[in-house]
């Protein structure tokens, strides 16, 4: 009888008894929404990426969509965002009714090209989503300049970038509002969760009305000064978040140290490229390790091959211009953002966790080298 062949998930949460203990501490309390857990929370987190203000919502999509709703966005606006990126960092402008403009990427950084964004402005654009894929931070000051000149609103979609430094800071220290996210695979969890932070006041004070469904600061229960949505955090995910940033340090560094062994035993593999590395202004948070295959190589048949050695992977990402309703809903088709399409293609996301230990992560560094070899 053969031993059961090793299984490698993609992700996992890196939780432990603190997170359940503050949770008791909250069942307990009786405060299960709107309590102490929250403010806690947020005064945390804006402290940990260097913003004065935060507010958690239910998800980083419901944060996008929040400071869409700031911005202004309605029918007949675009918005630009990136075609390499989640769904939502484009979803956020269908929800008021924006049309999205799609800028292509760098096709080393895999983030947006200024010059793209620029190019794709019109006397219709109103806002920029800017995202730093796979943790690596975007050309920032370049973007905030043309959105100055050009008048736009200005939003970095930080959801895979918790502790990415910028110029030497937090992204979220550099005065835009952005929006961070907690789903089981981001840096931290909180199980569902999102947060926005800002530097100004007012911005914070109205995201902190909307997610609770419009009610005016000081105002009753009843009293609905805004059309709001039920966009709220409750205290049982603030605490599981509270115990996350106590060791987000910890969280960072052992997800640098996964990253820095895959670099070495993925090095020198003939078709797989690694990811593009950090420089003086960009310093990557981990949030998930993506190689690219050289053309040619057969990435279906390397994800078949890797799938039956128990290792899984993920195609990330399709560009966002290419799903099903985008197409039929504004055209969109092969060759409109061509860099990314190419990135989409033949990029593949590898096991990358903060528990990951340096056996699994050999098992799959063989696997690779094997099944690329496979697919030559
Ligand atoms: C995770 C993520 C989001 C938001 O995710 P939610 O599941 O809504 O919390 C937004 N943009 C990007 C780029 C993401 O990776």
Known sequence: MSSAPRQIGLSAAYLDEREEQLVLEVLRSGRLSLG??????????????GAPYAAAVSSGTAGLH???????????D???????????????????????VFADIDPNTLNMDPAAVEAAITPRTRAIVAVDIFGYPCELAELQAIAD?????????SCEALGSLYKGKNLGAHGQDAVWAFYPNKQMTTGEGGMVTTHDEHTW????????????????WLDHAYLGYNYRIDDIRAAIGIGQLEKLDRILGLRDEVAERYHQLLAG????????RDDADHKRSWFVYVVKLA?????????AHLA?????????????????????????????????????????????????????????????????????
């Open 36 to 49: 102490p857990s929250i403010d806690r929370f947020e005064e945390q987190f804006a402290a940990a990426v």
């Open 66 to 76: 929040l400071l869409c709703v700031l911005a202004g966005l309605k029918p007949g």
């Open 78 to 100: 675009e918005a630009i965002t990136s075609p390499f990126s989640f769904a939502a960092s484009a979803n956020c402008f269908l929800y008021e009714g924006a049309t999205p």
């Open 149 to 157: 000149k050009h008048g736009l609103a200005l939003i970095d979609d």
């Open 205 to 220: 004070k109205m995201i902190k009305s909307l997610r609770n469904q419009g009610r005016a600061d000081g105002g009753g």
């Open 269 to 276: 593999i003939d078709g797989v490229e690694l990811p593009w």
């Open 295 to 303: 053309k040619g190589i057969d990435r279906e048949q390397v994800i």
């Open 308 to 376: 039956a050695a128990g290792v899984a992977t993920s195609r990330y990402l399709p560009s966002i211009h290419l799903q099903s309703y985008m197409r039929e809903r504004f055209g969109f088709a092969e060759g409109l953002c061509p860099i990314s399409e190419d990135a989409s293609s033949r990029t593949l996301a590898v096991p990358f966790y903060t528990g990951l230990t340096a056996d699994d992560q050999s098992y799959v560094a063989d696997a690779v080298r094997a099944a690329v070899a496979a697919a030559h």
